[in-house]
């Protein structure tokens, strides 16, 4: 009488399950390897032939040198990899800091302090100023820049 072994790979399901497995450790390798070139190059503490001989080894053996790599820089890989969070981290803080700062109106003291320069520079006299200081602190608009600045032509006659 002979019996039959049966072993996991004969159960579809298990089957599709070592499959899965296989591929997802495959995707989780590649991705290990992407970042350890990625970080070969990033450092810029390693000369030009640290990096090749890293990339070489790499390349020829990889799993030992990704593994060898691992242990003997991984460290720095973290640090490396956390410095560059930080600064995407803080461009984009900067950059939402300024283009809210630019979106946002401007306050009477601003307004004041730009039409004190503009009297300053001569692009406006007294008599401008004092209208666009009464329309300023009355809280009826912003100033509108004079015709000198927008190069229009006024529309009233000039005296």
Do not use: C, H
């Amino acid at each position: 009488m002979s019996a039959q072994t049966y072993l996991a790979y004969d159960y579809p399901l298990l089957s599709a399950f070592w499959t899965m497995l296989v591929f997802f450790l495959w995707i989780m390798w590649f991705v290990l390897l992407f970042k350890v070139v990625v970080d070969i190059f990033r450092d810029d503490g390693m000369n030009g032939w640290a990096k090749a001989g890293w990339t070489l080894f790499v390349i020829v053996l990889p799993f030992l040198g990704v593994l060898v790599y691992l242990i003997a820089r991984g460290k720095g890989m973290g640090e490396r990899e956390v410095a560059q969070a930080r600064a995407q981290q803080e461009a984009f803080d900067s950059y939402v800091r300024e283009t809210a700062k630019a979106g946002a109106p401007a306050s009477s003291a601003d307004e004041l302090a730009k039409l004190s320069a503009m009297r300053a520079r001569g692009d406006i006299d007294d008599d401008e100023f004092r209208r666009a200081k009464d329309l300023v602190l009355s809280g009826t608009g912003a100033t509108r820049p004079s015709a000198r600045q927008t190069g229009s032509m006024p529309t009233t006659p000039e005296r």
